[in-house]
């Protein structure tokens, strides 16, 4: 089935490659609404397995490619709640590059967008792409549903906890604005360690000398690929 907003997917060549397409467009095809919302549009969507564990996703010129990390190991893959958010992660680097307090205020919209639509059963952008209208396994797909919302909930409920970027409403929150800012600052440090963004000709040198630290080049394993164009239907 055709997606919208995304040229095509690549996974790795792997023998279970079926069960990682079908994450990895089961998250695409979540995430469309918010793309076709904002007119976004991402060339290559594909799956990555760096050498470098900590690293979950890549954005590449601000969407011509986007890497996202499905598995925890070569034979294990993660829950679809963390690939789902580390794709909105990914998505928000189209608007904003580094992790100030414009991307995080983006990356709360947009989970609270993909919450909502979770809730309702809506995925893709055509006419029928709901889950609650496919006949059969309706129960199943509503046990699914409220499983996936509660994860992506509790997700930002413990990102909230660690300071959310924003220094506003410290007596609200219960934390001290120093305290605040020294969570947000912890944040912003732990999502540099976790997801890169690179533009055209920008090399690893540059980007180290940017975050002010040095990084080992980002090698997959297992570079080679399968392709599927989705700009058409199967």
Same mark, same amino acid.
Request: net charge positive; charged share 30%; with cysteine.
């Given at each position: ?7 095509q997917?690549?996974?790795l060549?792997k023998d279970d490659?079926?069960?990682?397409r079908t994450?990895?467009? #089961?998250?695409?095809k979540?995430? $469309? @609404?918010?793309?076709?919302?904002? #007119?976004?549009?991402?060339g290559?969507?594909? $799956?990555?397995? @760096?050498?470098?564990r900590s690293?979950?996703?890549?954005n590449v010129?601000?969407?011509?490619t ?5 598995r ?10 963390h690939?789902?958010?580390?794709? &909105?992660?990914? &998505?928000a680097?189209?608007?904003v590059?580094?992790?100030n307090?414009r991307f995080?205020?983006?990356l709360?919209?947009l989970?609270?967008e ?5 809730? #309702?059963?809506i995925?893709?952008? +055509? ?6 209208r496919r006949?059969g396994?309706?129960?199943a797909?509503?046990?699914m549903?409220?499983?996936?919302l509660a994860?992506v909930?509790k ?10 970027g924003?220094?506003?409403?410290a ?10 800012a020294?969570?947000a600052a912890?944040?912003?440090a732990?999502d540099?360690c976790?997801?890169q963004?690179r533009e055209?000709g $920008?090399g ?10 040095v990084?080992?080049r980002t090698?997959?394993?297992?570079s080679?690929? $399968?392709?599927?164009?989705?700009? +058409?239907?199967?």
């Amino acid at each position: 089935m055709a997606l919208s907003c995304f040229r095509q997917v690549v996974v790795l060549e792997k023998d279970d490659r079926d069960s990682a397409r079908t994450l990895l467009i #089961k998250a695409a095809k979540q995430v $469309e @609404p918010i793309m076709v919302k904002r #007119k976004w549009r991402v060339g290559t969507l594909r $799956e990555f397995l @760096p050498q470098n564990r900590s690293l979950l996703g890549l954005n590449v010129n601000r969407g011509e490619t986007i890497s996202i990390r499905l598995r925890a190991s070569s034979s294990s893959f993660l829950e679809y709640s963390h690939i789902l958010g580390t794709l &909105l992660h990914e &998505l928000a680097h189209i608007s904003v590059g580094p992790h100030n307090e414009r991307f995080y205020a983006l990356l709360e919209e947009l989970e609270q967008e993909a919450a909502s639509l979770i809730a #309702k059963g809506i995925v893709g952008v +055509g006419p029928f792409e709901c889950e609650g209208r496919r006949s059969g396994g309706q129960q199943a797909d509503a046990c699914m549903r409220d499983a996936t919302l509660a994860a992506v909930l509790k997700r930002k409920r413990n990102q909230e906890l660690m300071g959310s970027g924003r220094l506003g409403g410290a007596e609200k929150s219960g934390f001290s604005v120093r305290e605040l800012a020294g969570r947000a600052a912890a944040r912003r440090a732990r999502d540099e360690c976790t997801c890169q963004t690179r533009e055209e000709g $920008e090399g690893e040198d540059a980007r180290a000398r940017e975050r002010g630290k040095v990084r080992g080049r980002t090698r997959d394993e297992g570079s080679k690929g $399968e392709v599927i164009d989705l700009t +058409g239907e199967d």
